[in-house]
């Protein structure tokens, strides 16, 4: 497809820049937020989105997977959906044999809107696909469609009558990102667009084999040693009462981040950095990914709940 890997990492610069500009057509702002988005499809990472309903989170989703190209499916998630509702089921057809009708987790983009809705065994069946990118329904195993990236949504206000991802299942997203209300200008902007009746044309900037081909490009960027030091410092600094521990980890947190985070904070890195026009990550790529992917991994304790310490407190001070 390109000639070198220098060739390519420049074709992906300019692709980012091509994405931002499509996707801008329709989304006013949120420019961090469509960044970390980005990164996330580009290391093969999900997100987990959190925001208050109205700020056209699924809009969001909607038009990343049109700029990409790719095919779009979305699963209001609520608390009488089964797991056959998002993975598919089995019907007998008219010639009496079984046949397997797909559910929507069968797209490429999906957006799990309000995941925290429903039970964990229908959950469960979502990240089972999300981590094996494979289902298996009555002993036959099916292939999910590449690239394949999941974005699921939260409100953080109603927790009436919601399942709370345990801790587990929330590692199994790269990032956390915290989706915050417009600014003055820019909901101005988006009153004007949204109550005049003209619409936007989102074109496909990338097929389904470049977005493949930049994945793999991403995992091939070199990363000097100080920087892996660094990722893997950071995370330690994480866990209270071990060697490696902060003391604001040892008063704040009960539970640090586990392995995973590392991988992703050179992964996120490293694909920060190609978008940067780089062509290897140094530390502050590292600095750059570091709060969306470690925000959930933590756990505060009573003591920083009673101070009013919050996860973006602790983070930056280990930063």
């Known amino acids: 497809m390109y000639n070198s890997d220098k ?14 500009k499509e996707i801008g057509k329709v989304i006013v702002g949120q420019e961090e937020i469509i960044h970390q988005t980005l990164l996330a499809i580009f290391s093969q990472g999900h997100v987990l989105l959190v925001g208050v309903p109205g700020l056209a989170k699924t809009l969001l989703v909607n038009t990343i997977g049109k700029a990409l190209g790719l095919s779009f499916s979305r699963i209001q998630f609520t608390p009488d959906l089964m797991p056959s509702d998002i993975i598919g089921t089995e019907i007998l057809d008219e010639s009496r044999h079984f046949k397997f009708i797909k559910g929507p987790v069968f797209a490429q983009v999906i957006l799990a809107d309000e995941i925290n809705r429903t039970p964990p065994k229908t959950q469960a069946a979502l990240l089972e696909a999300m981590q094996e990118k494979r289902i298996t329904v009555a002993g036959q195993t099916h292939q999910l469609l590449e690239p394949f990236f999941v974005l699921a949504t939260q409100n953080p206000i109603e927790q009436e009558g919601t399942y709370p991802l ?4 929330l590692d199994r997203f790269m990032f956390n990102l915290w989706l915050d209300y417009p600014a003055f200008e820019e909901e101005i902007l988006v ?3 949204t109550t005049s009746g003209t619409t936007q044309q989102v074109n496909p900037v990338m097929s389904e084999k470049e977005i493949n081909y930049f994945q793999q490009l991403v995992r091939k960027v070199p990363v000097a040693d100080n920087v892996y030091d660094y990722a893997v410092k950071l995370v330690g600094k994480t866990r209270p009462n071990t060697a490696s521990a902060h003391e604001f980890s040892n008063k704040y947190i009960s539970w640090g981040a586990g392995p995973r985070a ?3 904070l050179i992964i996120g890195a490293k694909a920060n950095a190609l978008f940067n026009g780089k062509y290897s990550p140094d530390i502050e790529d590292v600095k750059a990914v570091a709060l969306p992917i470690l925000r959930h991994r933590l756990v505060r304790n009573y003591t920083a709940e009673a101070e009013g310490i919050s996860m973006e407190d602790i983070i930056r001070k280990l930063l």
């Open 262 to 264: 590392s991988q992703y």
């Open 191 to 193: 009153v004007k667009n």
């Open 7 to 20: 060739e390519a990492a420049d074709a992906l610069k300019l692709k980012y820049q091509d994405l931002k």
């Open 166 to 169: 345990p801790e587990a299942q």
